[in-house]
């Protein structure tokens, strides 16, 4: 199964980072109009944790399609952050939220080099909070999904960014799986199966059969 690391390693990479690329757009509204209309702050902020996260665990493991992909990952997430804060009026909350981040990331440290010394335990346990973290961002947006069955409306919805998560965490389970790794692999398996339900509901509701609504946030 050896051989088939490189092709996995290389298909993770470049899914991850493509999914990670569609945040380009709110990017590009948010300084073509000055503005963040629209443009959700903390999808950004949980991202970035998420990949500081796995980039620690990467580093500790040696692993390096983990370390480049949650290198620019993180990267991005800051762009985006600081692209933000330059234009939201609600420089404070946005500020108190992103100092919430960095005093977590600080505890954090805190908590995995200082009080857990051997290396093996603390790679245990951060894998163990990153797979938990991950989960629950892929099953945050079952909420929103469920308005949308009720709208029976899939306008809201990002059918690029919905094919970009499958192929990121069906190539993620199967880099885990090739490397017996449980933190990697599990965490990855419900953002398929949202994947999933999203391409059902685009089958179900067609975007071009819409009726005129208000547009849902998801």
């Given at each position: 199964?050896?051989?088939?690391?490189?092709l996995l390693?290389?298909?993770?990479?470049a899914?991850?980072?493509?999914?990670?690329?569609?945040?380009?757009?709110?990017?590009?509204?948010?300084?073509?109009?000055r503005?963040?209309?629209?443009v959700?702050?903390l999808?950004f902020?949980?991202?970035d944790?998420?990949?500081?996260?796995?980039?620690?665990?990467?580093?500790?493991?040696q692993?390096?399609?983990?370390?480049i992909?949650?290198?620019?990952?993180?990267a991005l997430?800051?762009?985006?952050?600081?692209a933000?804060?330059?234009?939201?009026?609600e420089?404070?909350?946005?500020?108190?939220q992103?100092?919430?981040?960095?005093?977590?990331l600080?505890?954090g440290y805190?908590?995995?080099?200082?009080?857990?010394?051997?290396?093996?335990?603390r790679?245990a346990?951060?894998g163990?909070?990153c797979?938990v973290?991950t989960?629950?961002?892929y099953?945050?947006?079952?909420?929103?999904?469920?308005?949308?069955?009720?709208?029976?409306?899939?306008?809201?919805?990002?059918?690029?960014?919905?094919?970009?998560?499958?192929?990121?965490?069906?190539?993620?389970?199967?880099?885990?799986?090739?490397?017996?790794?449980l933190?990697?692999m599990?965490?990855?398996?419900?953002g398929?199966?949202?994947?999933?339900?999203?391409?059902?509901?685009?089958?179900?509701?067609?975007?071009?059969?819409?009726?005129?609504?208000?547009?849902?946030?998801?």
């Open positions: 199964m050896e051989p088939a690391l490189p390693s290389g298909a993770c990479i899914c991850t980072l493509g999914m990670f690329a569609t945040g380009l757009a709110d990017l590009r509204q948010m300084f073509r109009t503005s963040v209309e629209n959700q702050f999808p902020l949980t991202t944790v998420n990949n500081l996260s796995w980039l620690t665990y990467g580093c500790l493991k692993d390096w399609t983990l370390i992909v949650n290198t620019i990952g993180a997430q800051t762009l985006y952050i600081l933000y804060f330059s234009f939201s009026p420089k404070r909350r946005v500020l108190l992103s100092l919430a981040l960095l005093g977590m600080i505890l805190c908590y995995f080099s200082l009080l857990i010394p051997d290396a093996n335990v790679l346990r951060l163990l909070f797979s973290f989960i629950s961002m099953l945050s947006p079952l909420a929103d999904l469920a308005k949308i069955i009720r709208s029976r409306s899939t306008r809201c919805l990002s059918f690029p960014l919905t094919v970009a998560t499958f192929l990121t965490s069906t190539s993620w389970t199967l880099y885990g799986f090739q490397l017996s790794d933190y990697i599990v965490p990855n398996v419900p398929i199966i949202t994947s999933l339900l999203r391409f059902w509901l685009f089958w179900q509701f067609p975007p071009d059969l819409d009726k005129p609504y208000k547009p849902l946030q998801a």
